[in-house]
């Protein structure tokens, strides 16, 4: 009997059975998918993966070459490169697809969704296990690069051109180089079909780092002001978008605005 944690499809799954829920999966989370036709015949999502599980059954029998044969000719003609070692679940989805790496000891649970870019790499030459473990549900945006033997875990979120080097909790959304933990499932807007496909929302937080600090600065510098005497002046825009951020006397920006 089969785990219910354990990470990949049911053995005793055929090959069809699951195309056809990898091709049932794509109307819920492609918007532009029309006809099962249209799926199975243009996108090189599905043709990669078909290609995995052929490849896939032929590594765990033992024909090595065989199977990277296979993986050679689906790269070749998806731009999708998914190493035969690679454990892939149901209901997977590569959207577009263009260069998504998968390494040999990746491990991909059930309805996962990677965007184009994406890639599951290692960061060390030993043997075992070296590249990471995505759990049930995990979307990874275009571009993002997930590296080394860590665990994303289930129905957590991956922003585009994110860098994720350590583990992530399941529900949580991750964002920047390096990564960071932003947003947990109870902020996040989940479709009916429960796949958030708000990119567009991620927020930024090196952007509110910032902003903390220019506030905290700001702060500063009226107390140094009262410590000093001196008046507090509390006008604080730019003379102008292109001027650089030396600061300018009080006296000299008045000067100017009235020239001006």
Known sequence: ???????????????????????????????????????????????????HRIAHALWTRNWRYAARFVSFLARMFTQIDIHPGATIGRRFFIDHGCGVVIGETAQIGNDVTLYHGVT???????????????????????????????????????????????????????????????????????????????????????????ACMLERIGELESQLAELSGTPVETEKDCDACSDNCNPVPHEKRQKNRVTH
């Not at 944690?5 to 532009?32: K, T």
């Open 1 to 51: 009997m089969t785990s219910r944690n354990a990470i990949g499809p049911n053995p005793r799954q055929s090959i069809f059975a699951l195309l056809r829920e990898d091709v049932g999966c794509v109307f819920q989370r492609d918007p532009a998918a029309r006809t099962r036709w249209e799926v199975i015949t243009t996108y090189p999502g599905i043709h990669a993966l078909l290609s």
């Open 120 to 210: 599951l790499g290692g960061v060390s030459w030993n043997l075992g296990k070296r590249h990471p473990t995505l759990q049930d549900g995990v979307v990874v945006g275009a571009g993002a690069k997930i590296l080394g033997p860590i665990s994303v875990g289930r129905n957590a979120r991956i922003g585009a051109n994110s860098v994720v080097i350590r583990d992530v909790p399941a529900d949580m959304t991750v964002v920047g180089i390096p990564g960071r933990e932003v947003l947990p499932m109870e902020q996040r807007r989940i479709s009916s079909h429960g796949v958030d496909l708000d990119h567009h929302l991620m927020p930024d937080p090196v952007g509110k780092a910032l």
